[in-house]
């Protein structure tokens, strides 16, 4: 058929958002509908609005629907785990909805009109409504492919079978993008015959001759014709981490070469926001170059002035700017996916090994670039790349440009217009994708192996939460793995394994997590379970696992829990009551006997809890403890029947006064059945626990578990959580005073001056009902730590840190000086506050809650320096600091000088964000954090850097929310004068009216303080002009003296 | 040596003045000697054209570049605090030059700890005496960095910090007013939307808006000095978050209800400023010949209705007068399903 000749065919693209032509779908569909009227068939495009080559068709109340739809989507506690811009993406398809009504009405009149059509769509626009049903589109669609009037191709860059097996069911054909999605079709059911594939393309002319656009386009960007450029595009639309700028950013700057490599980021839409902008300066300097709103025009000479195309996103449904990269014979370092590993297929090998990395792996792109830089400054290196690049460009054209493939694509649409009517084929029974939980699951799959392991995890837990398997909680435990949380992986793992022993997959992965965390004896019998139960492939990697895990087992076999049981069995007494204990508690024993480390000889054990007898006897046996000393209750009377073991000394003591021993007298500190018995003073046991035990010495503490799966069973059915230690009618045992959740006992430990060697919870006393895992899954809670008993086993590493947590106690607000006689804060005289700490107990350090808008980054400017020096400062004094930083997107690197401090850090403030224009899911509160930290001072770092500054945020809530926090501010600038200062040399009215606002403003905020610091003596004087009876105190920075370098005259300019 | 974060403007403003009137009369006496540019942002124009001037630009530490150099230039025109390149220069033994402004708040103290000048000439023979006398370089070097080391020494503010704290604990904590509201988040109030809209990208502009409606409103109810606090809040984010192009460009429409409003509060100077800086940035902007956009009034909430309650509504008369007599007609769809929304649109039409 000759080109000129008009084919009875009318195509019909829709694309409800062709009128903001920015993204790759859209620019792909005008090309396409081109490429057929070139080909002569009638192509039209409908879209939102005019724009050239789209018709418009209107919809009104627009953004008000998809807010709808967001607000909507964000108050489902389903998705609560979902990134807010993936809600935004979801909401936006609401617009599509409105779109389909106005359409369906034309297509219905066309095809009155006897047109033949063909309609081309993505499933969001408009075929498939919010809740998974067709919608009257559809259904008209589906009629006219029934009576062979129409044909619908849907462009399906990603598999949902849920909407895909509504799709396959009225007569669509896929447009699969590639062999990735053919394959996941196919897998679900529908027929070769429905499935069109083809790969985006683009315009190869512009792309294959633009590097002799490079030196005109450095010369208008005034990049240095010697520098090496990076050119990195779409970073501008999102300021969410997906499209991991920072992370590029950081990989750049950790180049040994970094001063010689310029960054330019093209981006179509917007600028950068302007603190990654500024970081990015700070980082490069000039030698980062922004273009925000670049055109497709442009973008040529952008890809022609470059050495290397760099992208750190992970999250590429197809890739058109790795197409148009590459048709530039362009190096690129990018993310390797099955997208990038199929636009890469004709690659050279060596080449495609420099380019494709793992993008979430720190240091695997600048190890990429690196290398790139090293074979491109050596000439016969480039050269020979060069070449190779150059023929897979061409390559290239010929599979992705328009010209070889556009006319490829019209004759395969006209194909579909002669095929006979399929539908009578596709009968749901015959094609049904299988059932909500098994597409929900198999959706998991997909987003496991496409790298979005969050999303995968809620597809899991979803999954789980209606029906749980063995393969369930594998994948979802897998996918947990991906998310480093050990912890929640390894109890997924376990329920696999008891849904089904048999499981190679489930015991192969909980070996290898077992291996990793230094646990080999709980491996190896994993991991020869699974030898037999894998390929031969796998086989290999599991014998070597194994192989290293009887390297690290201890050289003397551990007993086995029969050999155990029996010498227990054997210590027990034979009176009714004690057998029927012993055979209550065995499974305690044989764990708690499990976690105790080997001793070395001469080692002292001190043993605080119940069963003496038996768990002493065992330890000497077992364990090799020779000097065991235990604390006898009152009842232990009963144990002296000579059975135990030589080197045991009873003590009978107080648990809540000073214990009778030496300071650093024992090696190995056993607490168990006790702390939960306590009601005044837990952290008096601990600090004994401290005192008497040796530096580096141990600490194994049991408890039964206030957040395990029984009690969360029980207080959904509104009974007590209280499970265990009831009261008792005999007083043969002390009830339960206080139970813990596992995250408390950690940080009793820690407070205590003790690190977590292992935390771990264990089933002893009753398994929890089958219902509770998936159900928390399926909600997104975590279902590690459930057992009903806590073992944690901790190592002494310091004294005492803090003798009341805030989160166990409820600690005293901090007494004013001459609380009755002064009200407000600035009528204090110095001389009664002098009389008044004369007089007050021994000043306890303070808890203390500072609160900035950045994490501090003491490598990017001066008051960063400053601000980390004074949380440094707060520190060495003794104080607890907790800081909260409003932001602290990929600025996570910083996170760990503060942690080192002992500080525990908040970042992301939601409801601070928000007003900057971030939605994120909020993970904690201001109300919880003052209610846990019970803040004597909280600190406010006052900058204007944000819409409302931090003190206008927080200072109202503190003082409501927690009346007995002394509010300072610290300002290391007038922020107002020097605003003023600039206003009068530039004489413009706006810099005058910022000066007076932020003047304003901050004296409104140093008035609600109750005491402000300021960073000079000058400040001082004139933060007081501004607010006479405020009370400002100075506080300068820390100079420390560097190298004086060479005398006069050994120096230049 | 001249030390800058180069894309602070307070920076670029120094170092303009000190190329302009200072170096010229420097380079009278001190032939050949050249200035160096130190610290990140330096772009590749910036300071174009000017002979004797080398170009540093960032570097990863700072002492190898200090023990070059025979003295750094601070010619600080406007800021407060305290500047950290001059503490960091004399902490490594380089002398410093710098204005009254730029001594601030370090009791640096003339011809002891550094030299302080303001005018050009003055600024100039500073230069070339500290270039030439060997005597005075090593009293400075000594000088400035005996005093920094000793004023901010650890120990001072060790004690300092202590001293504060204590005098915290002796406060009684002022008590919540509930009543209190900060004017920046007055909005917030009025116009929920603005912690709301979606996208959130648009909540910045949508905030702008806020501000300049609030402040039109305040004002056509006679609360003058909240609506001059509201107008100014605009004016936080520029230039630095917005740049006065797009206020005066793109978001034009906010800009016309803040020079309606300050004529509104009969502010004719306030009103003819913005208006000469508004063309300054956006030559087209309020041009005689340029029909004024007509901007949408936001919806008000039940909650701002009832807080408004008995203040006059707002006029949309505006539009018919330019549309050549024909009422324009604006049909609004309460998307939320409220009733008392819709009253108040109905009631507005």
Redesign the interface.
């Known amino acids: 058929m000759s080109r000129t000749e008009k084919l009875p065919l009318k195509a019909i693209f829709i694309a409800p958002g062709l009128s903001r032509v920015k993204r790759g779908y859209e620019r792909f569909v005008l090309e396409l509908a081109a490429e057929l009227r070139r080909a002569g068939m009638d192509a039209t495009c409908w879209g939102t609005s005019e724009a050239p080559g789209v018709e418009a068709i209107a919809i ?2 627009r ?6 739809a ?2 909507r989507l964000r108050a489902d506690q389903r998705f609560a785990s979902l990134a ?1 811009n993936v809600l ?1 993406d979801w ?1 936006m398809y609401a617009e599509d909805q409105l779109f389909a009504i106005p359409v369906a009405a034309r297509i219905a009149d066309l095809l009155r009109q006897k047109e033949r059509l063909l309609v081309y769509a993505k499933w969001q626009g408009g075929l498939v409504d919010a809740s998974g049903a067709p919608t009257q589109l559809l259904k008209i669609l589906a009629s006219a492919i029934l009576e062979g009037k129409a044909s619908l191709v849907v462009h399906t860059d990603f598999v949902h079978p849920s909407i895909d097996s509504i799709l396959w069911r009225a007569g669509a054909t896929f447009h699969a993008l590639g062999p990735w999605i053919s394959e996941q079709l196919a897998q679900l059911g529908a027929g070769r015959e429905g499935i069109l594939e083809f790969p985006m393309c683009i315009d190869a002319s512009a792309y294959k001759n633009c590097r002799r656009l490079r030196e005109q386009m450095r010369r208008e960007l ?3 014709e010697n520098a090496f450029v990076i050119l990195s595009v779409r970073s501008f639309d999102t ?1 969410t981490p997906d499209k991991r700028h920072a992370q590029l950013l950081g990989e750049i700057s950790a180049l040994p070469a970094a ?1 010689k490599v310029w960054w330019v980021v093209a981006g179509s839409r917007g600028p950068a926001p ?1 603190a990654w902008e ?1 970081t990015a ?2 980082a ?3 030698r980062f170059v922004p273009l925000p709103n670049v055109s497709f025009e442009r973008m040529p000479g952008l890809y022609g002035m470059a050495d290397l195309f760099a992208l750190a996103s992970i999250d590429e449904t197809f890739g058109l700017v790795y197409l148009e990269a590459q048709i530039a014979a362009l190096p690129a370092v990018i993310h390797e996916s099955p997208v990038s590993r199929y636009l890469c297929s004709a690659l050279a090998a060596d080449i495609r090994k420099l380019s494709l990395v793992d993008m979430r792996r720190p240091g695997c792109a600048a190890g990429a670039i690196d290398r790139w830089l090293h074979l491109l400054s050596k000439r016969a290196g480039a050269d020979s790349v060069n070449l190779a690049l150059n023929q897979f460009a061409l390559e290239q054209e010929r599979r992705f440009g328009w010209a070889i493939v556009g006319p490829q694509y019209a004759a395969a649409f006209q194909d579909l217009t002669k095929a006979a009517p399929q539908q009578h084929t596709r009968t749901p029974a015959a094609r049904e994708f299988g059932t909500w939980d098994e597409q929900t699951h198999r959706q998991g799959v997909r987003l496991f192996e496409g790298g979005k392991f969050r999303e995968a995890l809620l597809h899991f837990g979803r999954a789980l939460g209606r029906r749980e398997n063995s393969e369930r909680w594998n994948d979802w435990a897998t996918a947990q793995m991906a998310l480093t949380n050990i912890s929640e992986a390894e109890q997924g793992f376990r329920r696999a394994m008891a849904l089904d022993p048999r499981s190679a997959q489930a015991a192969a992965n909980l070996g290898a997590l077992l291996s990793a965390s230094d646990r080999p004896a709980e491996a190896i019998p994993l991991l020869v379970q699974t030898l037999s139960g894998v390929d031969a492939a796998e086989q290999a990697s599991i014998s070597k696992l194994l192989a290293d895990c009887r390297a690290k087992q201890d050289a003397i076999a551990p007993p086995t829990d029969q050999q155990m049981s029996s010498y227990l069995r054997s210590l027990a007494g034979l009176e009714f009551y004690e057998a029927i204990r012993f055979q209550e508690h065995l499974p305690y024993y044989l764990a708690v006997i499990k976690s105790i480390p080997r001793s070395s000889p001469g080692q002292r054990l001190l043993g605080v809890g119940s069963d003496p007898r038996v768990l002493a006897s065992a330890f000497a046996r077992w364990k090799g403890y020779d000097h065991i000393c235990w604390r006898a209750e009152n009842r232990g009377a009963r144990h002296t029947d000579g059975s135990a073991p030589a080197a045991l000394r009873l003590d009978r003591f107080n648990l809540e006064q000073a214990w009778p021993y030496e300071d650093c007298s024992f090696d190995l500190v056993f607490i168990g059945g006790a702390i939960e018995t306590l009601s005044r003073d837990p952290m008096h046991v601990i600090a004994e626990a401290n005192r008497v035990r040796k530096v580096g010495g141990r600490l194994l503490l049991t408890a039964p578990n206030l957040d395990g799966g029984q009690a969360v069973h029980a207080i959904l059915h509104g009974k007590s959580p209280y499970v265990r230690g009831r009261f008792s009618s005999d007083s043969h045992n002390s009830a339960h005073s206080h139970e813990y959740t596992p995250a408390e006992i950690e940080s009793l430990a820690v407070a205590g001056g003790f690190s977590a060697i292992r935390i771990d919870t264990r089933d002893i006393y009753w398994r929890a009902p089958g219902k509770v895992s998936p159900a928390l899954a399926a909600s997104g809670y975590p279902v590690g730590m459930r057992g009903d008993t806590i073992l944690l086993l901790a190592r002494k590493e310091s004294p005492v840190r803090e003798r009341y947590p805030a989160k166990l106690y409820d600690l005293p607000a ?1 007494p ?2 001459a ?1 009755d006689e ?4 600035t009528m ?1 005289s110095t001389s009664v ?1 002098h009389a ?2 004369e007089h ?1 107990e021994t ?1 306890r350090p ?1 808890r203390v809650l500072a609160v900035h808008e950045n994490l501090p980054r003491p490598d990017q ?3 960063d ?2 601000l980390l ?2 949380i440094r ?2 520190r ?2 003794g ?1 607890s600091v907790t800081y909260l930083a409003a932001r602290g997107f990929e600025e996570e690197r910083y996170t760990p000088a503060l942690i080192e401090l002992g500080v525990d850090v908040y970042t992301n403030d939601a409801d601070v964000l ?6 994120i899911i909020p993970q904690w509160t201001l109300q919880e954090l003052l209610r846990e930290g019970q803040f ?2 909280a600190i406010f770092f006052l900058w ?2 944000m ?3 931090i003190p ?1 945020h927080h200072l ?1 809530e503190v ?2 929310l927690w ?6 501010v610290q300002t ?4 107002g ?2 605003e003023l ?2 206003a ?2 530039t004489g ?4 005058r ?2 000066a ?3 003047r ?2 901050e004296g ?1 905020i140093l008035r ?1 303080a ?2 402000a ?1 300021a ?5 001082r004087k ?1 933060l007081l002009e501004n607010s006479p009876d405020s ?1 400002i ?17 050994a ?3 | 040596m001249y030390l800058a974060d180069y894309n602070n403007p307070a920076s670029c403003d120094e170092i303009d003045w000190y190329l302009q009137q200072v170096a010229p009369l420097v380079q009278a006496s001190l032939p050949g000697v050249s200035v160096y540019l130190v610290g990140a942002g330096l772009h590749p124009e910036f300071a174009a054209g000017y002979l004797d001037v080398v170009r540093v630009g960032f570097v990863p530490e700072l002492a190898t570049e200090f023990a070059k150099h025979r003295m750094l230039i601070a010619p600080v025109r406007y800021g407060t605090g305290t500047k950290t390149k001059i503490l960091h220069a004399l902490a490594h033994g380089v002398p410093v030059i710098t204005t009254s402004m730029g001594a601030e708040g370090m009791g640096l103290a003339h011809e002891e700890s550094a030299l302080i000048a303001d005018a050009p000439e003055d600024y100039a023979r500073a230069v070339t005496r500290l270039y030439s006398d060997r005597g005075l370089w090593r009293s400075l070097a000594a000088g400035g960095r005996a005093h920094i080391l000793k004023k901010y020494a650890h120990g001072v503010m060790a004690l300092l910090l202590r001293e504060a704290l204590d005098r915290a604990r002796d406060l009684r904590p002022k008590q919540h007013d509930p009543e209190h509201a900060w004017s920046i988040r007055l909005i917030e109030a009025y116009f929920p939307e603005v912690l709301t809209h979606f996208p959130p990208q648009q909540r910045t502009a949508l905030r702008l808006l806020a501000y300049a409606r609030a402040a039109e409103q305040l004002a056509a109810a006679g609360n003058s000095a909240e609506a001059r606090r509201q107008l100014r809040h605009v004016f936080s984010y520029v230039p630095y978050r917005i740049p006065r192009e797009t206020l005066f460009g793109e978001l034009f429409s906010i800009a016309e209800v803040m020079e309606r409003t300050y004529r509104t509060l009969s502010e004719a100077e306030g009103a003819a400023e913005f208006r000469r800086e508004a063309r300054q940035f956006a030559p087209a902007a309020f041009q005689e010949s340029c029909t004024p956009l007509v901007l949408p009034q936001p919806l008000p909430t039940a909650e701002s209705q009832s807080r408004d309650r008995g203040a006059a509504p707002a006029k949309a008369n505006g539009a018919a007068k330019r549309n050549g007599g024909k009422l324009d007609f604006s049909v609004i769809v309460p998307t939320y399903n409220r009733s008392e929304t819709l009253g108040a649109c109905l009631h507005a039409l």
């Open positions: 009104p109340g953004d008000e629907l998809q807010m709808l967001f607000e807010p935004q909401a005034s990049i240095p300021t001063d302007a500024l300066r700070d490069l300097g000039s901090l004013p000086a609380q002064i009200a407000p804060a204090v506050a008044a700490k007050s000043r303070l400017s001066g008051a320096f400053r020096q004074t400062e707060l060495a004094q104080h928000r007003r900057e224009g971030i939605e004597d001072v204007f850097w819409s409302v500054s206008e109202d003082r409501r009346p007995r926090t002394r509010i300072i290391d600038d007038c922020h004068l020097r200062r600039g009068n040399l413009a009215w706006s810099d009216e910022r007076q606002d932020y304003e403003r409104e609600a109750d005491l610091l960073i000079s003596e000058d400040d004139r009370e105190c100075l506080l300068p920075m820390v100079v420390e003296p560097g190298p004086t370098g060479p005398d006069f005259g120096r230049e300019g």
